[in-house]
């Protein structure tokens, strides 16, 4: 009897833990992702830490996820690329600030208020770093 109710207990929690993972985004974020982004009709949604809804999806092949407030407001769109593919500004700085064995992923990022940059971690101990950078090689993070 012990186990069928712990086991119960588990599959409960599960079926929880999967709802809010795959969460389904509200009206208004919906409807501001299709004015973004016609024709992607099945992006994955997830609700993050904050409360804000994540959407993932491809066009072309590229990975994107786009980040919207539960009233609909676009926060960031990101997508992952290759370090040969960062602005030769961002490159030179990476070259001869930052040791470039070091980085472990690559995003170029809109954001609603930052408006284009792209996101540099580098491995460090502990927690990794992320620095922000404009195309021009402008940090604006550190």
């Known amino acids: 009897m012990k186990k069928h109710i712990l086991f119960t207990l588990l599959i409960t929690f599960f079926l ?15 409807k501001t992702f299709q004015k973004m982004y016609p024709g992607e009709n099945d992006p994955d ?12 999806f491809k066009i072309d092949g590229i990975k994107y996820r786009a980040d919207y407030a539960p009233n609909g407001q676009w926060i960031e769109t990101e997508s992952s690329i290759d370090v040969k593919d960062l602005p030769k500004a961002i490159r030179d700085v990476i070259k001869s600030d930052y040791d470039s064995d070091d980085i472990t992923e690559v995003e170029k990022v809109e954001h609603h208020s930052k408006g284009l940059f792209y996101d540099v971690e580098f491995k460090q101990k502990g927690k990794n770093k992320d620095i922000e950078f404009r195309a021009n090689g402008e940090i604006i993070n550190q």
């Open 16 to 30: 929880a833990c999967q709802n809010s993972s795959n969460a389904q985004a509200p009206d208004a974020v919906k």
């Open 45 to 56: 949604w997830h609700k993050d830490s904050n409360g804000n809804y994540e959407s993932n």
